[in-house]
């Protein structure tokens, strides 16, 4: 089982940047994919993004933009760039990595925090 260990989060000024990690042994090669989910107090977990094996990146419609995610695959990790963060982003950012051979179950990190303030 591949158990994902995020990290990279903290506190930044609004207007700057961020990158996530998200690391574990098989994370790039031996999953269906691997996607970024936050969830901010009070609010429900959502989805922000996922890259499958092949590279190909999907995002949330709200982004506008703003993030980009890649992975090294040598390096069995996923990135979360943050750009022209808000706000609103402040969140505890997941990283999770979904499981083969059915590509429907996914194993969850412990999450990292990030706040934004104005």
Known sequence: ?????????????????????CTAPGLTSNTCGVGWSRQA???QREWVSSIRTTGAPTYADSLGGRFT????????????QMNSLKPEDTAMY??????LPSCTSSVW??????????
């Open 41 to 43: 107090a009070g609010k």
């Open 94 to 99: 997941y990283c999770k990595a979904t499981l």
């Open 69 to 80: 995610i890649s992975k090294d695959r040598p390096k069995d990790t996923v990135y979360l």
């Open 1 to 21: 089982q591949v158990q994902p260990v995020e990290s990279g989060g903290g506190s930044v000024q609004a207007g700057g940047s961020l990158r996530l990690s």
């Open 109 to 118: 990190g412990q999450g990292t925090q990030v706040t934004v303030y104005s």
